[in-house]
């Protein structure tokens, strides 16, 4: 057994943006963890491989799943089987639950192979033009705005003393609040990237000052987005 973590594109139909690799594992996989069932389906058959998706068994892989869950998975799928883990977008482990497959694959030796694809997250801090030998990525903020004020200026004080570039993200029903938070309480001469469906034909990534921001117009609702920000 061997265990492939296989990205998705991060924008409908950009299968460009995935590896050789991802084709030929696919074509040779038939037991798959996978974030949502229906998504995985469509990435398989979009990858116009020939795949019979029917005969695919796919087990239910998301941020509610127990370790023991995935323990019983891999119990049932047999021990000369490779299995794929496919997230709902990127890369699989990043900021997604593909993690805990991982966790298991290690412990009970079973060899892991991650392949090449797009990273959202490491797409947005090399298009940033901040620090990327100092970052961290901290995925949500906090949702009520006393904590998510306090967490940004935390970060942006964090940057500041240490040089560290701060990635982070929002449910994108939330992003124009989030930006908007940003903007309402960093320094002017801070710096704020933000990517918007990176990858994709209406791509939006723009590095400002945050005394620039305040006079940018961008509307990001419900559009996947990854913010990325600097202060000195």
């Given at each position: 057994m061997k265990v492939y973590l296989i990205p998705c594109p991060l924008a409908e139909n950009a299968y460009d943006t995935l590896s050789f690799a991802v084709h030929e594992v696919v074509k040779n996989t038939t037991h798959y963890l996978v974030e949502d069932e229906r998504s995985a389906r469509r990435f398989i058959s979009g990858l116009g491989l020939g795949v019979n998706v029917r005969e695919l068994n796919f087990y239910l892989l998301d941020k509610k799943t127990k370790y023991e869950q995935v323990q019983s998975y891999f119990k049932s799928i047999p021990s000369d089987a490779n299995v794929g883990i496919i997230s709902e977008a990127g890369c699989p482990g990043i900021a997604d639950p593909g993690a805990k497959a991982v966790e298991y694959a290690h412990k009970n030796g079973i060899e892991v192979q991650p392949l090449i694809g797009p990273s959202s997250i490491l797409l947005a801090l090399m298009a940033s033009g901040f620090n990327g030998q100092n970052f961290a990525f901290y995925g949500y903020l906090p949702v009520k705005k006393p904590e998510k004020v306090k967490e940004i200026k935390r970060l942006e004080n964090d940057s500041m003393k240490f040089n560290r570039t701060q990635v982070f993200m929002e449910t994108p029903y939330?992003?124009?609040?989030?930006?908007?938070d940003l903007v309402a309480n960093c320094h002017p001469d801070t710096k704020l990237c933000v990517?918007?469906?990176?990858?994709?034909?209406?791509?939006?990534?723009?590095?400002?000052?945050i005394a620039e921001w305040k006079k940018e117009k961008v509307d990001l609702h419900k559009k996947p987005t990854i913010f990325v920000l600097h202060a000195k």
């Amino acid at each position: 057994m061997k265990v492939y973590l296989i990205p998705c594109p991060l924008a409908e139909n950009a299968y460009d943006t995935l590896s050789f690799a991802v084709h030929e594992v696919v074509k040779n996989t038939t037991h798959y963890l996978v974030e949502d069932e229906r998504s995985a389906r469509r990435f398989i058959s979009g990858l116009g491989l020939g795949v019979n998706v029917r005969e695919l068994n796919f087990y239910l892989l998301d941020k509610k799943t127990k370790y023991e869950q995935v323990q019983s998975y891999f119990k049932s799928i047999p021990s000369d089987a490779n299995v794929g883990i496919i997230s709902e977008a990127g890369c699989p482990g990043i900021a997604d639950p593909g993690a805990k497959a991982v966790e298991y694959a290690h412990k009970n030796g079973i060899e892991v192979q991650p392949l090449i694809g797009p990273s959202s997250i490491l797409l947005a801090l090399m298009a940033s033009g901040f620090n990327g030998q100092n970052f961290a990525f901290y995925g949500y903020l906090p949702v009520k705005k006393p904590e998510k004020v306090k967490e940004i200026k935390r970060l942006e004080n964090d940057s500041m003393k240490f040089n560290r570039t701060q990635v982070f993200m929002e449910t994108p029903y939330r992003n124009n609040a989030l930006l908007d938070d940003l903007v309402a309480n960093c320094h002017p001469d801070t710096k704020l990237c933000v990517a918007c469906n990176i990858t994709a034909e209406d791509q939006y990534i723009k590095t400002l000052r945050i005394a620039e921001w305040k006079k940018e117009k961008v509307d990001l609702h419900k559009k996947p987005t990854i913010f990325v920000l600097h202060a000195k």
